[in-house]
């Protein structure tokens, strides 16, 4: 009887251990706003730490059941916010910004863009179409579940499923493919948890910022995966000013699908 309650202690540890999460907290500083956007803070696994002063180990693997947290209460920041450049291609289960965290997101990281041309075929299914390109190379580029926008950013595409480099399957409203579309990757921070996005009363996340005539992001959607959840009891806002920095939102789940693009 012992030896039976000893091996299923020990099943019972390696299977929850198997779905352990990481908690990071950032430990970049504020850094500031400029024209540039370089005197900002990059996203990056040095600025992630699982101590909140920066003691313990740092981010080095994206997971995509890390808990990511802004705490307006950590050391070394100024009026409890954080400027952020070359956001990356990232994945959690949670992000989370708590005690009056302001972060605010301003450039991205340089997105890969696909050689070659394509072009539509016949739409099924709604708005699902088949993409056939010509000295492409989609699948050294792309992968299922990135979003691909076009060379004027008037079209953000869903990527179904890759089957060679001149092949794939996305989904889109766009009825036509301007001519001699080439596609670019954009970057998505995907949330997958639930709890999964969590915005505290006093907080704010927001994407894009005014920095004289224009807003410092490109093409960029925030995924809420399905099953994820958010609950912003703070600030959540994005700008956009001109249509080739079109922002768009995706938030989906397995009932519906909601997609807001803003440009001014």
């Known amino acids: ?76 920041l100024a009026a409890k916010s954080v400027y952020i450049r070359d956001l990356p291609r990232d994945s959690t289960g949670q992000l989370k910004l708590v005690n009056g965290a302001k972060v605010f997101v301003l450039t991205l990281a340089p997105v890969a863009t696909a050689t070659g041309t394509v072009a539509f075929g016949a739409a099924y299914g709604g708005v699902t179409k088949p993409v056939t390109g010509t000295g492409t190379d989609f699948s050294t580029t792309l992968r299922k579940g990135d979003y691909i926008f076009n060379a004027d950013y008037t079209t953000m595409s869903e990527v179904l499923s890759v089957s060679s480099d001149a ?63 958010g609950i912003v009891n703070g600030d959540f806002s994005f700008l956009s000013r001109a249509m080739e920095r079109g922002l768009l939102l995706m938030i989906r789940d397995r009932l519906f699908s909601l997609r807001v693009a803003i440009a001014s």
């Open 1 to 76: 009887m012992k030896k039976l309650l000893l091996s299923m202690g020990a099943l019972l540890c390696i299977t929850f251990s198997s779905f352990s999460q990481t908690t990071y907290y950032w430990v970049g500083g504020s850094g500031s706003q400029n024209t540039t956007g370089s005197t900002a803070i990059p996203w990056v696994a040095a600025n992630w730490n699982t101590a909140q002063v920066g003691s313990g180990s740092q981010r080095t693997v994206s997971a995509g059941n890390d808990i990511l947290i802004f705490d307006g209460n950590a050391p070394g």
């Open 167 to 229: 092949d794939l399957t996305i989904a889109s409203d766009a009825s036509v493919a301007p001519a001699g579309t080439t596609y670019s990757r954009a970057t998505a921070l995907y949330i997958k948890g639930n709890p999964g996005l969590t915005i505290d009363a006093g907080c704010s996340l927001n994407f894009g910022i005014s920095v004289g005539s224009s807003s410092q992001l490109g093409a960029f959607v925030l995924a809420i995966q399905p099953g994820a959840t």
